[in-house]
């Protein structure tokens, strides 16, 4: 009987739009700070995310390559949604038990990451025609980024608004006024129902047969090794996964303390969400730059520009302009997404079906592993400060930051070109 697969890309997209476009992401930090944990906890807590998705990001593309793609990522959606119960009961300044339940918050996050990272990929790549396959494929990934940008865009306005009381206030009646920490819980109610709809779409999903499909556990062990290896001595993986780590641990790191940043540079709370959305504007027009520059130059020249384009990013950050601070702020969100197509595309084209989530997947752990030690060393940088005000600590960081990222991103660059010519 022939599998139906067709509805699986547009279920990919929505999947992808709703797992991704989260309406707290424009008050993360202060999500955290505001519950009553320091600055130094937070990135701390974000270490315990990175190393959760460090431990099972391998494992969970091996087992979506053998016990199947759309099981992993139901599993993922079954686990966004106790996380997101985790922070609603979360009690503020509730020391120990409000600091065990963002533990668990964040090991159910980086579980439900590492489940869907590559499953949700591999899926929908594998359920395009086999005819032109790669050129389809650099249409769907464009197709969904824009959409993710359209759903960062409604996610981060209304997350933004609906963290401020005040503004919520403004609107209501008196009688129906709200606290601000029930103002501060709503961005993740919303989030909630987000994961409660990426359950329905997973569970709709169709399985696409492919080559390891209904393999044991221990081929999936076997296949866990052999993909490292096989990842390890292909030349062009190589390069792009080290050379993403380095640009993505940096990026990201700063991504999860933007709110933070916001305040530094003097926004008001309720324009963060504002922000945010025109950050997922912006990514609108990226996908469409990416594909022909992608198509125009080799992988390495366009790391290479993403590389130069974020050290000038990371640069104009250290000033933290009052309000101007925000111009860097977006110019390296789309940097990421730059890279994420980039990265994408190389390891589609370099993999072959029997171990496409797999390989996504050790690209996974070792951005996430980057990000980590990133985000532990960034969090002893800010305690390195502790007689400087939070904004002076974030501002120091930010500019120690600097030198290491480009005496990093150069030796690897020299490598590439002598690894890719060799």
Known sequence: MTQDLSRNANRFVIF?????????????????????????QFVLLNLIWAMTIFLFEVPSGALADTIGRRTLLITASVLMVIEMFCLLLAPRDGG?????????????????????????????????????????????????????????????????????????????????????????RLPVLLVLFQALACLFITWRMVEPVHAAAGSTLSHAFHLTVSTARWVFTNPKTLVVILIGVALDSIVRNFATITSSYYRLIE???????????????????????????????????????????????????????????????????????????????????????SRRATVLSVKGLFFNLGYGLFSLGFSGLLASFPDTPEGAALRNALLWQVPFFAAIIFSLFGWAFFRLRR
């Open 267 to 353: 926004l008001p709370e309720w324009t963060y969400g504002f922000f945010g959305a025109a950050m997922g504007l912006l990514g609108w027009f990226v996908p469409g730059i990416a594909k022909r520059l992608n198509a125009r130059f080799g992988m390495l020249a366009n790391l290479g520009l993403i590389a130069v384009m974020t050290l000038i990013g990371l640069v104009a950050l250290v000033p933290a302009w009052p309000m101007y601070g925000v111009v860097p702020t977006l110019f390296l969100m789309m940097m990421m997404g730059f890279l994420g197509f980039t990265v994408s595309r190389v390891l589609h084209e370099e993999a072959d079906s």
């Open 16 to 40: 992808t739009v709703f797992f991704t476009a989260r309406a707290y992401y424009p008050v993360l930090a202060i999500l955290f700070l505001d519950l009553g944990l320091t600055l130094d």
């Open 96 to 184: 120990m038990l409000l600091l065990v339940l963002c533990v668990i918050n964040r090991i159910c996050s980086g579980l439900s990451e590492a489940c869907a990272s590559g499953a949700d990929e591999a899926l929908a790549y594998d359920s395009l025609p086999t005819e032109n396959r790669a050129s389809a494929w650099d249409h769907l990934l464009a197709h969904a980024m824009r959409w993710r940008s359209v759903g960062f865009v409604v996610a981060m306005i209304i997350g933004g608004v609906l963290y401020d009381a005040d503004t919520i206030n403004s609107i209501l009646p008196a009688s129906l006024h709200i606290s601000s920490d029930t103002a501060h």
